[in-house]
């Protein structure tokens, strides 16, 4: 990392940034022993939190569990860049194939629903977590992207984005908005929000504490078993370091972390993302960047950055860095790599170039989950009493309210607009067994940042490396 400029105090890890602005959260107590409930949510990141406070919103009566291995938010809720965005994971036209175009373009319109019901949540349940709605700006900074982003707008209007969805902005507006050093093109969406993500999730978790939900923190989950083959007493069982928790339902909601779990080795790979963010800029070079809006922003490249101006007024910036472990491994404490946190700099200062003196703070990384064919999926059998919601890929801090309140309805057995949408009951095949499973994703991502110096260098339309990425990874 020579040559980048660090804060006296620069931190590499030690979970992220947002909890080191607003501390760690006291411990709750572990599980005290076996024990039964109506419903089971093993994870305390977004997806089990919103679940429990749907539920036991709807059914006071209910008696919910949360089991985590670590504490509410500790995994990619707490990590992430704080986009409280409506893009959905996965292919517009492999969700179709469920259940028809329209089916699609509904679950588009829940998603940009979800960015307010979010909002509305916080702001009613007293959640402070620098909640700002201000959109999203992707932006092109070479022909190849340029092509590529006003090609995904007009695809887009074929799938029900009207003007005040996306647009194009004209050169004058985008720089007007947010400086962005060789910027050719920019859309804009109005469906986001900048958010402190361990607020988020802090306060969700003493919420839904104080509706009455046991959140069991300390407490590792090794497997999940069905009512029928292994369920104790015909109920669903979480099986813990600490006793066994059955349950009507057992709600898996772990995205990153499923891989832990007995027999779900292959269902999700997790996918790694890095992030830094720099100590406040000041005024004088603020006035060469602008951003006075707060937007969130995005480029297009395929190896992409995503960042936001923070609420105290700090750059927050990330990407891929290594993109995954052998065996789908995953790190405990958020330490990412110094070729990552130089690689973040780079992107950083070239989208920013008077950013070029302001410190580097904080480095840290997480895991998102990743389906075989890249598309988020909810799904509950009341047969086996088992249920899921994940495979975000990286868009999960709106994606978990719909899957929490599309989970609620599934489990009171309720038949509404939630549980017609196309992502509810997906099957997926699982990833290759290793080593196929790194040697391809190693090769995904060599292929991305190829097709990305071949863009910068030269190109005019995407690379086919970029071609070929997508033809192995299958999105």
Known sequence: MKGIPLTRDFANGDVSFWYRQIGLPARRPALPGSRDYDVAIVGGGYTGLW????????????????????????GASGRNGGWLSAEFAGSRKRHAEARGRQAMIELQRAMFASVDEIIDVARTEGIDADVHKSGLIHVATNPAQRRRLRAEVADLRTWGYGEGDIRLLEHAEQRERVQVAGALEAAYSPHCARIQPAKLAVGLAATVDRLGVDIYEDTTVTEILPRQGGGSGGRAAAVTTRGTVTADYVIRATEGFTA?????????????SSMIVTEPLPPDVWKHIGWQGGELLEDEA??????????????????RGVPYRFG????????TQAQTVALLWRMLVKLFPAAVDVPVAHAWCGVLGVP???CSTVHLDHASGLGWAGGYVGSGVTTTNL?????????????????GLPW????VRQW?????????????????RAADRHENERGTRTSAYAHLANLISGR
């Open 51 to 74: 679940t429990a406070y749907y539920l036991k919103r709807a059914e006071p009566g209910l008696r919910i569990a949360i089991l985590e291995k670590e504490f509410a938010g500790f």
């Open 260 to 272: 832990s779990l007995t027999g779900q080795h292959r269902q999700w790979l997790p996918m790694n």
């Open 302 to 319: 395929h190896a992409y950055i995503y960042a936001q101006r923070t609420a105290d007024d700090r750059i927050a910036i990330g990407g």
């Open 328 to 335: 789908s491994r995953t790190d405990r404490r958020g330490a």
């Open 372 to 374: 075989r064919d890249w």
């Open 403 to 419: 899957a929490g309140r599309t989970l609620r309805d599934l489990v009171l057995r309720r038949d509404t607009p939630l549980t």
């Open 424 to 427: 509810v009951g997906r099957q």
């Open 432 to 448: 290759e067994p290793e080593p196929l499973r790194w040697v391809g994703v190693q090769l995904i991502y060599a292929l991305f």
